[in-house]
């Protein structure tokens, strides 16, 4: 069984392929002037195909598309797509009418090839696996790293800045065996701007937090659950994030509140502490 891998998934192509044995091919790819992309593959009957959409999903997502069609061209009768950072993934419904459900068009577009399963991490929500049929959606959640990268801290609770996040604060919490809870979040669908407020009443007083998320964009919303915890008292703030975008001042605002930030490396970046690649060989070593 071949991989063959995007170029900028490299990293992650070497510990997989070296962990179940299969032979790795970069895509060969090209980037023209004008915007357009190119793509070759080799033919294969099975394969599996590692693609970092993030940055640019505009046109890597295109060259995803192409690269099936080759390949399923050539004669392929099964790929196992491996999409670390799943975008499009936030319009997971209809926020205002007239708006396509974007997860639902791009796995539309998926299972027009011979793809027999999709593995994920930490899909924006897990249900979106639900939008296609035929197509196996594998979502891989890395708690136990989560878990382990905090535990040292000694977190009284863990927090999701939504009820969206709730799942993973409750996976957390199971592991550390500590309570969770959520903010309630509340976005204005035409400003973007964002409002939060406790769930309940939460008492943090004097107590260390972890918050989950599964994307960090702007920061916002991360930030934002920060500052409210800090204001009902918690010491600390760990953060738990597996998709770091850290756009525009991210960073910074992330620096003026939360203790520490722990990241998956879908999409690395300094604070890409937490390796999924194991993970990631193990789901895909069970559906192949
Ligand atoms: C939203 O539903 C997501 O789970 C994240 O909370 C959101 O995408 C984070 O975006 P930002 O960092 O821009 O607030």
């Not at 926020?95 to 396509?100: A, C, S």
Request: glycine residues 6%.
């Amino acid at each position: 069984m071949r991989l063959y891998y995007f170029k900028n998934a490299e990293d992650l192509a070497k510990p997989i392929t070296g962990a179940l044995g299969l032979d790795a091919r970069p895509l060969e790819e090209r980037d023209f002037p004008d915007g357009e992309v190119l793509v070759r593959v080799e033919p294969a009957r099975e394969a599996v195909l590692l693609a970092r959409l993030y940055p640019d999903v505009n046109k890597n997502l295109v060259k995803l598309l192409l690269a099936l069609d080759a390949l399923s061209d050539y004669g392929a009768d099964r790929v196992v797509l491996v999409v670390p950072y799943l975008p499009y993934a936030r319009q997971d419904r209809r926020f205002r009418e007239g708006e396509p459900i974007s997860v639902k068009t791009m796995l539309a577009h998926l299972r027009r090839y011979p793809v027999s399963h999709l593995v994920a991490v930490d899909l924006h929500k897990p249900y979106i696996g639900d939008y296609v049929a035929g197509m196996h959606v594998v979502n891989v959640y890395p708690a136990e790293r989560y878990a382990n990268a905090v535990r040292r801290w000694g977190v009284d609770v863990v927090l999701s800045p939504d009820a969206g996040s709730l799942h993973r604060a409750s996976t957390l919490a199971g592991l550390l065996e500590v309570p969770y809870d959520h903010f309630e979040k509340f976005r204005d669908r035409e400003t973007g701007e964002i409002y939060m407020k406790p769930s309940g009443a939460m008492n943090l007083q004097g107590k260390a937090v972890a918050l989950v998320d599964d994307i960090l964009a702007t920061g916002g919303t991360l930030v934002d659950a920060c500052k409210n915890a800090k204001l009902l008292g918690a010491s600390a703030v760990y953060a738990v994030v597996s998709h770091c975008q850290l756009l525009g001042n991210a960073r910074e605002k992330i620096r003026g509140c939360v203790n520490a930030l722990y990241c998956t490396n879908t999409i690395p970046c300094e604070y890409s502490n937490v390796d999924v690649s194991e993970d990631l060989a193990r789901a895909i070593s069970a559906v192949l």
